[in-house]
């Protein structure tokens, strides 16, 4: 009989409670970064941190969110499209079947964390209502370098008595939640919930970020959009055209008054850039600049999350999930404190945003923006990253995935495959994610489904139907094998398609609206004060 070594046998035993054990997740959300923003996904901006998670791991071609902030939070939190939990249009309330993500994994044995940004309002407190074990809660602020009002734990904080910047101070109450789980709860799961306001408007960074890409975006859109589209080409993100410019199209908010605050460097379109003034080309270089540097600045933050996780020896077996809650937007307006002309752009003082045309680059290839259903405002990157479970490296997955599919997944990772539904629930209409991390396999669904804002959209294997309120609701056919840029519209070519897709979408929409229950009666006036929404 041969007799190993004592620490021979120790190390097999801790190697087998590690394979053994549960897995942690670190669920990582951007707010209005567009499909090509990140370095691995076209971009020339520097994302080191995230373009190495996506080298070791994988990177999702065809991922999709809501095309809007709080319908992609609600269906994270809960694994049901927005219009069953009453949240897209917003009801005030889950219904009483709603469980949510950190109230599941608590069953399974999690301690759930969450930092940053929100928005889920039929659950407006994080901890009580979400079922997070603890929570730094950053109401959607109009100034990254101030909060409009945060939160520890449900409770109220004082205002910052030093510097502070949205994504440094997201990512510090992370580290400081791993740090004490460390601590505390080390044989322990945990699920960690880190939402970044960056980089949506106001586009405001530290200057010394600004200063890296200070002259980056003076060649013009068109040049920066061919160039990512030519790198997405060449690794096998896309297989499309490029899509065309849409420079007719004007975000739903916003309004004219506000180019008066803004001055004569704004433009509400994408305008074509030879037609833009001299300072007008600076102006809109300068906002691109900046909003890569909330994405290099979101990049560097992710950086020191992930340094933590090494330092408590939890990287091999946390699966690391990145992507983004809608497309670019297109939206130019000035809310909060205003737009002051003779500050620094970029700066805590100043209001701008983004606009259409550095929206359009963003999204490359595709059309529209955040808000729309088009591929421009519900395509995003998604990065997964878990050394013990995901063993090939720097592949991508070209199966249609969507927001819907990551609460089955983790569940599924967490011990629950086939988890019970409390009474008068629908079944979780997404998919496990866990069969592609192994393979590039198509996952198995019967349609995915979009509803916002009056923008509508099916898509069924790689046919997909899509209309838009601008353009009277009337239904577009693409077959998404070879246009994805949705340029060469099919409806005229094979209408019963389109009928029958098209009843699909109103039997679908019906179902989800009854799901979803009764709108709550309206208060009459003067009988209460009710939240006013997050925009």
Known sequence: MIRLPLFVLLLAVTSLHAASSKPNFLLILADDLGYSDLGCYG???????????????????????????WPTRSVLMTGHYAQQVGMDPQYGRFPDWVRTLPQRLSKLGYRSYHSGKWHVNNAPKVVADGGFTRSYYVAQQDNHFHPKRHE??????????????????????????LKEHAQQ?????????LAFTA??????????????????????????????????????????????????????SG????????????????VPWESLTEEQKQFQATKEAIHAAMIDRLDQEVGRVLAQLKAMNAMENTLILFLSDNGASAEVMVRGLGHDKTVPMGSGLSYLCLGPGGSTVSNTPFRRHKIWTHEGGISTPLIAHWPQGIAVKGEL?????????????????????????????????????????????????????????G????????????????????????????????????????????????????????EFVAQAGPKPAVKAKGSGKGKKAEK
């Open 199 to 252: 980089p949506h408007f106001p586009v405001q960074a530290p200057q010394e970020d600004i200063d890296k890409y200070k002259d980056h975006y003076t060649k013009g859109w068109p040049a920066t959009r061919a160039a990512r589209f030519a790198k997405q080409k060449e690794v096998g993100l896309v297989h499309t055209t490029l899509s065309d410019p849409e420079p007719q199209i004007t975000a739903p």
């Open 43 to 69: 971009s020339e901006i520097a994302t080191p941190n995230l373009d190495k998670l996506a080298a070791e791991g994988l990177r999702f071609t065809q991922f999709y969110n809501t095309a809007r902030c």
């Open 455 to 510: 923008n509508h959209a099916l898509r069924e294997g790689d046919w997909k139907i899509v209309s838009a309120a601008d353009n009277n609701d009337v239904w577009e056919l693409y077959d998404l094998s070879t246009d994805r840029a949705e340029s060469n519209n099919l409806a005229a070519k094979d209408p019963e398609r389109v009928k029958a897709m098209a009843e699909r979408w109103v039997k679908l929409e019906k």
């Open 397 to 453: 997955r070209d199966t249609p995935g969507h927001v819907i599919d990551i609460v089955p997944t983790l569940l599924a990772l967490a011990g629950d495959e086939h988890p019970v539904m409390p009474d008068n629930a629908p079944p979780y209409p997404g998919r496990s994610l866990v069969p592609a991390f192994a393979k590039d396999e198509t996952i198995s669904r019967d349609y995915l489904f979009w509803n916002h804002s």
């Open 152 to 177: 520890l734990d449900d409770k109220p904080l004082p205002e910052p008595d030093g510097p502070w910047y949205s994504s440094t101070a997201m990512a510090q109450y992370a580290i400081d939640f």
């Open 185 to 193: 709860h080390a044989d322990t799961p945990f699920f960690t919930y």
């Open 255 to 270: 309004k004219e008054s506000d180019l008066e605050i803004l001055g004569p460097g704004e433009t509400r379109h994408a």
